[in-house]
């Protein structure tokens, strides 16, 4: 601790300057969702503020008990692990707080602490294990990958007629850095199909690699600025020995806030990149500026079956930004479902954008053995969800996080959704994209040339 508040001076000014104004107190979906007080930000904060106090401050080691301090024992360390996993590190409470103090960050240090005396978890362990023996959070060998991508492939020609590629390791002008869920599961993989036809549509000469098969980083999570660093290094190396202009980072909410906050000084610099191109870039941005630039085609009418509504994902929201503009972030991924979709309608004001409700199975918690909590954190936003589909008939939602679509699979049943109502919002591109050589294309040509007959005559 005593390192930590030396090398980080907002963690140290975050735990001295809390008034308890109670700002804070009814705006983490944990707290909502089990009504544990514990869970609201100011406990979580003070579970580490009250041994805080009674090593780094004289009254709490002059006066212990009239200051609320406490020694840090192994009953103390047992009661952080349940609770400092009981945070997704997602935010919202800093948006409330009149001094901004960030509760994310005093969990990421207490998740620290706990890992250097042995108390991790086991799951964001052995998943950042998993990145450094092979590559990717799922563990999947480039023999697997290479079959999912050919798989996919066929899949696509079927469906379309149109061959398009998903190359692996090759040389190419951008590399596509995605969360490994793209390559196992819907509506993860449906996501990445839409990717590749996007890339496609437009010419780009792209590439996956092996090397660096995750653009997740669960380091974040624990607060490990050196795993961090190492996950973030396999990215600059595939970079490099696939000789790339461009970084593009596929839909993943804390994968982008690692890539757009942290990638440049993790793992910088990127001067032999492209200056012309940002680094990195989203897949969003991507798409959106070859929107406006006329390069797609879109049949919108193939997503007239949905009506949908967007989740904000918390890292993305709140942590990021896309785009050159304050609230890009926001506009973005918006702009794009109306270019593919009629169908559109906002959540609540007060649980999206900035304000966004997290979904529940962020900061480290997408695991089996927490279901109940993950559940009971993600009903706030079931709830939003549940007004938009009375009021407007909604049956689907879009989101560009994995950790969300992963988390949305498990909590939208006992909700009255299906399984799959939740949408990647490539996945809906991927739907109306009318890819160049297509029947689809010939058909809208014809159509668009016999209204032109029809106006002329």
Not at 52 to 74: C, H, I, M, N, Q
Not at 307 to 335: E, W
Not at 397 to 423: E, L, N, R, W, Y
Request: charged fraction near 25%.
């Amino acid at each position: 601790m005593d390192e930590l508040r030396g090398k980080f001076r907002s963690f140290r000014v975050f735990l001295d300057i809390c008034v308890k104004c109670g700002a804070c107190t009814d705006k983490c979906h944990y707290y909502m969702g089990t009504g544990d007080a514990r869970n609201m930000p100011v406990g979580r904060q003070d579970l580490l503020r009250s041994v805080y106090r009674r090593y780094f401050t004289l009254p709490g080691k002059w006066f212990p008990s009239l200051v609320g301090a406490r020694e840090l024992t192994e009953e103390v360390l047992d009661e952080w692990y349940t609770y400092y996993f009981q945070c997704s590190e997602c935010r919202r409470c800093s948006v409330y707080c009149p001094y901004g103090i960030d509760t994310a960050e005093i969990t990421m240090a207490a998740r620290e602490i706990l890992d250097s005396v042995g108390v991790g978890m086991k799951y964001t362990n052995e998943i950042i294990g998993k990145v450094f023996g092979i590559g990717n959070n799922l563990g999947l060998p480039k023999p697997a990958l290479q079959s999912t991508l050919e798989d996919l492939e066929e899949e696509i020609e079927e469906d379309t007629g149109v061959k398009v590629r998903l190359p692996l390791d090759e040389p190419a002008d951008v590399l596509l850095v995605t969360p490994s869920a793209d390559f196992f599961a819907e509506p993860h993989i449906d996501g990445l199909i839409g990717y590749a036809k996007v890339f496609h549509a437009t010419g780009e000469k792209w590439t996956l690699s092996s090397y660096a098969s995750e653009a997740a980083n669960f380091a974040m999570f624990i607060g490990s600025y050196e795993n961090m660093r190492r996950i973030a290094l396999r990215i600059r190396k595939a970079a490099i020995d696939l000789g790339v202009k461009r970084i593009i980072i596929g839909e993943c909410g804390h994968a982008w806030r690692a890539a757009y906050s942290f990638l440049n000084t993790l793992a910088g610099p990127f001067d032999f990149l492209d200056p012309n191109y940002p680094v990195p870039q989203h897949i969003c941005e991507y798409t959106w500026d070859a929107i406006q630039k006329g390069k797609l085609r879109f049949n919108k009418e193939e997503n007239d079956w949905i009506k949908l509504t967007y989740h904000d994902s918390c890292n993305v929201a709140r942590a990021s930004r896309m785009g050159d503009y304050p609230g890009g972030q926001f506009d973005i991924p918006r702009n794009i479902i109306k270019a593919v979709c009629n169908n559109y309608y906002e959540m609540p004001e007060d649980t999206i954008k900035e304000a966004t409700l997290c979904c529940g199975g962020g900061g480290g918690l997408l695991t089996d053995d927490l279901i109940p909590l993950r559940k009971a954190g993600g009903s706030p936003r079931m709830k939003a969800l549940k007004q938009v589909r009375e009021e407007h008939g909604v049956n689907k939602m879009a989101a560009i996080c994995a950790i969300c679509k992963s988390q949305f699979t498990k909590v939208m049943p006992d909700h009255g959704f299906a399984i799959d109502d939740i949408m990647s919002v490539h996945q809906l591109v991927s739907n109306a994209i009318i890819l160049p050589g297509s029947e689809q294309e010939a058909e809208r040509d014809g159509a668009d040339d016999e209204r032109e007959k029809e106006t002329s005559a």
